[in-house]
């Protein structure tokens, strides 16, 4: 079993930056693919960043350039910087680890972009 907490979401105004957090505890964090999910109000869930057990990342479009995914291993922790914030990036925010035969969620963190 593994758990997962969010944390870093909050309120900030556009062109503004913000770092989440995903810590991880209860498997072997290394064999686990993670990515961040975000969800608004009224849409479907949106896969925005993934790394590999290998470092290797994607991104949908919206983000590229943008957002920035990473892990460190050594500390079991998944992180996503976001800078240059857009009001279209308000969400509940997502972590999870997937090993692909199943796969495990945090709670989510609310980031808000607004004047």
């Known amino acids: 079993q593994v758990q997962l907490v969010e944390s870093g979401g909050g309120s900030v105004q556009p062109g503004g930056s913000l770092r989440l957090s995903c810590a991880a505890s209860g498997g072997v964090f290394m064999f686990y693919d993670m990515e961040w999910y975000r969800q608004a109000p009224g849409k479907q869930r949106e896969l925005v960043a993934s790394?590999?057990?290998?470092?290797?990342?994607n991104y949908v479009d919206s983000v590229k350039g943008r957002f920035t995914i990473s892990r460190d291993d050594a500390k079991n922790m998944a992180y996503l910087q976001m800078n240059s914030l857009k009001p279209e990036d308000t969400a509940v925010y997502y972590c999870?680890?997937?090993?692909?035969?199943?796969?495990?969620w945090g709670q989510g963190t609310q980031v808000t972009v607004t004047t």
């Open positions: 790394i590999t057990t290998s470092g290797s990342t």
């Open positions: 999870r680890a997937d090993r692909g035969y199943y796969d495990f």
